[in-house]
């Protein structure tokens, strides 16, 4: 199939140290197009992507290579980029992250997309270490450092795994074989508008694959295949038991039993998670022992309920929930896990997302007896006094405001032995909490 991607010998990435947009550049790198990009400053990724041979130079620099053929540049660039507007000088291929993504699944076999507001990452790592677990031929891209293949996985062109994000409507540039729908709750309404503007955008995903995978009873499910712990489910999660925040449970496929998972990842959620990998799994014909074995040996990503060091002799665990049902899942799990007092540290991420979505933090943090707001991780956003973090902070009466390092140390100031600090956000708090107890 002709697309933008044929042809491309060298691809400049506007933003390469991202997540997502690291891992593009490794694949692209992997499949032999010449790779070279920019960041506004060093970072993880950046400096593993020196370590392989790609060039990546800093700053707002016009230092882009005019002998390149692509652009490709992330969704926090803005049009007015130096290097976006040389490439438009050279009359270069211009291409955000979205369609790129979009253009780049057309070069593999067979596409499998994963959707939702919550729980993106974590599936698409869990169908990584499935499709290896089978033996198969694929490539996955992964929107987070899953802990043993990191941001991607290049095993071959059969099978393109890939998450699919919601945010500016990206998602809707894919056409997937299968696609997976873990849950349609709300966000991105600063572009969407309305809930069920947000639901008919999923609901047109699913239009847009062959199969669709979709949790039983959600809003957007299309009713294909569907996953959950309803007796109605294609794929249901049976005998659930916990210990200490792990789950195990037994798989059934059409009523009848299929595998049996246990979880090396903490909280209930990451039961639908790996269902939804499992019904996915299926789809492609993989075996029943190598999704058990698959899953099984998922042990997480960076950023989930990860343990990122002590401090004061209490454990510091991050996790990326930046969401109000996802803040909810986190408190749920630290519940389970902690014996003695609970400190939260909460980074809103964006002023759009806190201002839309007000009442449900406010609700979901409301009952947290230790709790500090730190503030806003402002993206791609300008400030907005209403969707501030300061905001947030004044209509909770059990929260303190921080803006800073010295805040944080007089907040933990009373921890002792069988507390825990969790650190919750998807901003830079996790690196500011993860240098303090370093």
């Not at 076999?109 to 677990?133: D, E, I, P, R, Y």
């Amino acid at each position: 199939m002709e697309n933008a991607f044929d042809g491309v010998r060298k691809i400049y990435f506007v933003g390469i140290g991202g997540a997502s947009m690291s891992a593009l550049a490794k694949i692209c790198a992997a499949m032999g197009k010449h790779v070279c990009g920019s960041d506004r400053a060093r970072g993880e990724y950046t400096d593993e992507l020196a370590e392989r041979g790609i060039n990546v130079s800093f700053g707002d620099g016009g230092d882009m290579p005019e002998d390149c053929d692509m652009v490709v540049y992330t969704d926090a660039a803005g049009h007015n980029d130096p290097h976006i507007a040389r490439a438009v000088e050279l009359n270069k291929i211009i291409l955000p992250r979205g369609q790129f993504l979009a253009e780049m699944s057309k070069t593999f076999k067979n596409v499998v997309a994963v959707a939702g507001c919550h729980g993106k990452t974590t599936c698409t790592g869990m169908l990584a270490h499935v499709f290896a677990s089978a033996g198969r031929s694929f490539t996955a891209h992964i929107g987070g450092n899953d802990n043993a293949f990191g941001n991607c996985v290049v095993r071959g062109g059969d099978y393109f795994i890939t998450e699919a994000c919601e945010y500016n409507k990206n998602f809707l540039l894919l056409r997937p074989d299968i696609s997976v729908i873990l849950n349609s709750d709300a966000d991105h309404l600063e572009c969407y508008g309305t809930r069920e503007n947000l639901i008919g955008a999923y609901r047109t995903f699913a239009d847009n694959s062959k199969k669709c995978v979709c949790l039983y009873g959600d809003a957007c499910s299309r009713g294909d295949i569907t996953f959950g712990t309803d007796e109605r489910a294609d794929y249901r999660a049976r005998n659930i038991n916990c210990a200490g925040g792990r789950y195990s449970f037994d798989v059934t496929e059409g009523g009848r039993f299929l595998c049996a998972l246990s979880l090396n990842v903490y909280g209930r959620h990451n039961i639908y998670n790996a269902l939804a990998a499992t019904a996915a799994a299926r789809l492609t014909g993989i075996r029943p022992e190598a999704i058990s074995q698959g899953i099984n040996a998922f042990d997480g990503i960076e950023r989930r309920f990860e343990k990122i060091g002590t401090y004061r002799g209490c454990d510091v665990i991050a996790d990326y929930a930046h969401h109000p049902k996802e803040i909810s899942a986190a408190l749920r799990t630290a519940a389970q896990v902690t014996s003695g007092e609970i400190y939260v540290i909460f980074q809103p991420h964006t002023y759009s997302r806190t201002k839309n979505l007000f009442n449900d933090f406010v609700g979901v943090l409301s009952g947290v007896n230790n709790l500090l707001i730190y503030k806003t991780f402002a993206a791609r956003e300008y400030f907005d006094a209403g969707g501030s973090a300061l905001a947030l902070s004044q209509a909770l009466k059990n929260s303190r405001y921080a803006d800073g390092e010295r805040d944080i140390k007089y907040f933990l100031r009373k921890v002792k032995d069988g507390d825990k600090i969790f650190v919750l956000g998807a901003g830079d708090i996790y690196r500011i909490v993860k240098n303090m107890i370093n």
